[in-house]
């Protein structure tokens, strides 16, 4: 039941955080540049967020798709500490408009408690 609960609470992020950068229109993949991430990539990135939101709150292939949102979050989270790490403090279009401070330490914390919320989705009952 525990981990039933961690992959929907953690669904209901990944939709919230791809439908916030899908509000966000052209100004997502400007702000998605400054963290550093490839253009290439940064239209896909709220969709596929969307997709796999869903996915784990449907409970569809839920341990393979906790450990997509692991690897993804792992991503997200190494991206955030080489920028922390050269100095560099973009603002954070995680969340779309709701996250639009200068990356921090916190963004780091709330990225491993999702970290840790796909790991009790993939290895609890």
């Known amino acids: 039941m525990i981990g039933l609960v961690a992959s929907i609470v953690l669904g209901a ?5 791809g439908g916030s950068k899908v509000i966000l229109g052209d100004r ?3 702000e998605a540049r400054e963290m550093g991430a490839p ?3 940064s239209p896909i990135v709220p969709w596929f967020e969307i997709a796999l939101g869903a996915a ?3 409970q569809l292939w839920r341990a393979p798709m906790a450990i997509v949102a692991l690897l ?3 991503v997200f989270t190494l991206l955030l500490l080489a920028n922390l790490g050269r100095g560099h403090r973009p ?3 995680c969340f779309g408009s709701w996250s639009a401070k200068p990356i921090g330490t916190g963004h780091v914390v709330r990225n491993v408690a999702m970290m840790v919320l796909a790991v009790v989705a993939l290895l609890v009952r």
């Open 13 to 17: 992020l990944m939709c919230v955080a």
């Open 28 to 30: 997502w993949p400007a």
């Open 39 to 41: 253009a290439w990539v």
């Open 56 to 58: 784990l709150i449907a």
């Open 72 to 74: 993804t979050l792992q």
């Open 91 to 93: 603002v954070c279009a």
